[in-house]
């Protein structure tokens, strides 16, 4: 089973880190990614039951991070395609600079 879930974060950026981290952590997880606009994250999580799926979607509810957690489930998928390797994201997710130093950096 093949589900979406949408994630509003807090404002705390510690809080929105720690999040990503506990998506990370989950096995079941099958895309995760940070955006903007309406969801700081979106994920896809391929679950064995409804049950399982339900479990996973109330321990991202209950992360003191987030928000609100808005869920889908896919009923057909077209087209999934990954350009980049995921050696590659994990490089890229490991040098970016955190919350924190990019507040140090801020002028305004």
Do not use: C, K, Q
Not at 1 to 12: A, K, Q, R
Not at 36 to 49: E, M, N, P
Not at 64 to 76: D, I, K
């Amino acid at each position: 089973m093949l589900s979406g879930v949408g994630i509003v974060l807090g404002g705390d950026p510690n809080a929105a880190a720690s999040a990503e981290e506990l998506l990370l952590g989950i096995p079941t997880i099958e895309f995760a990614a940070r955006t903007l606009g309406r969801y700081g994250l979106i994920a896809t999580i391929a679950a064995r039951s409804l049950a399982d799926y339900t479990d996973i979607v109330r321990m991202i509810r209950a992360h003191p991070g987030v928000r609100l957690v808005e869920t889908w489930v896919h009923a057909f998928v077209w087209l999934e395609r990954y350009e980049w390797s995921l050696d590659r994201l994990d490089r890229n997710r490991r040098a970016r600079p955190a919350p924190s130093e990019l507040e140090a950096a801020d002028p305004g």
